[in-house]
């Protein structure tokens, strides 16, 4: 009886005793290595963030971004048989064409499309379109050295004068769209297919946005826009 109630004793004591120093010092190892391990995983997944976004939001990538949604959404309200390619030469914007009746790639340094932007006239019972008038704006894309630009004015006059001639200063806005662009020499910056030496309303654009901070981050924007409408049939 004596041994039984020694031995309860003892262990009562063992269990009020606490934690020895060794187990305290084990426990404040441990949890220093956790916390330094989380501290590393924190830091690289903060690290791997900040690099996803930097590449996701570089001024030249945000400039391809805008490049696509521009051409793209002004090519589609265009009138697919009022619209231009032009090659430039010492400030002159020359109508280009193709070398043969067969069907054709056309190169150009800059393109101009024409579109609509006032509500059909009211006046008109029949609410019809003016035959003649196959356009009332236009926008003209175009690269200044190095920048990619787009110039925004009626039509007419138009962007170019028939035939060919200095771009219109006059009565327009200008957006830059992108800065540190190039094109291929070979391929040209803007380009469409032609039949018989008529468009047939795709339009390609071909450049490259270069970071100016990061000569080897280069962005290519490489699309084509389909002009839809036809006026007058």
Known sequence: MTTQIGQLVFARRRRLRGYTLIELAITMVLSTMLAAGVGVLMVGGTRTWHKAYNSAYRDNRQAAQTVLITFGSVGRKTNRVDYCLYTELRGLYIPVLSDDDDTDVVVGDAVEFRYWDEELDPADSANLMD????????????????VLKVDYGSAPPGAVP???GPRNIVNITTRVLAENVTADP??????????????QGCVRINIAVTDPDDAE???TVRTATLTRNIWPR
């Open 131 to 146: 035959r003649d008038k196959k356009s009332t704006a236009y926008a003209f894309f175009y690269i200044d050295n190095g």
């Open 162 to 164: 028939l035939g060919g």
């Open 186 to 199: 070979d391929t040209g910056p803007f380009s469409h297919t032609t039949i018989g030496n008529v468009g």
């Open 217 to 219: 981050n280069t962005v």
